[in-house]
């Protein structure tokens, strides 16, 4: 898929609108976020395909306009205790080791917006809990042009 056109790609959002993903897009566009991580859980429940190697998608702000197009590169399925110290680096958000990742991740994926997101007020995640690890390249910088 080599398609370029925002506006005929699927959205790519990061976190909910506000300044979490102001600071994950900026990451996307400055190059130091190249992977990310997503619940499988969110994927059922919005009954999307998990994304494959060679899709693309067009990552929004927090206004909702398109700033950047990626592709990508990996995707893996893994239990959360099987995350790897390489993956939560390439996420860009400064984290060094596993257990400060995963302490950000769970504060997130246990907050009320995940939880209103998937329509479970008491969802909770453990070492057993199935990510989607995607790995990606950006392909544009819609705010160049």
């Not at 993956?87 to 769970?106: F, I, K």
Request: glycine share 6%; no cysteine; proline share 6%.
């Amino acid at each position: 898929m080599t398609n370029t056109d925002p506006d005929a790609l699927p959205k790519a959002t990061f976190a909910f609108p506000g300044p979490l993903r102001d600071r994950l897009v900026a990451a996307i566009l400055d190059g130091s976020k190249t992977s990310t991580t997503g619940l499988v859980a969110d994927y059922a429940h919005e009954h999307e395909p998990l994304p494959e190697p060679g899709h693309r998608f067009a990552v929004v702000d927090s206004d909702d306009r398109p700033v950047g197009i990626i592709e990508v590169t990996d995707v893996r399925l893994t239990a959360l205790a099987d995350v790897d110290l390489a993956h939560a680096v390439a996420e860009g958000e400064g984290h060094t080791t596993l257990a400060a990742w995963r302490a950000d991740h769970e504060a997130y994926w246990h907050g009320a917006d995940v939880r209103a997101a998937l329509d479970d007020p008491a969802f909770t995640v453990d070492d057993t809990t199935q990510l989607v690890l995607e790995r990606f390249r950006l392909v544009a910088d819609l705010r160049l042009g």
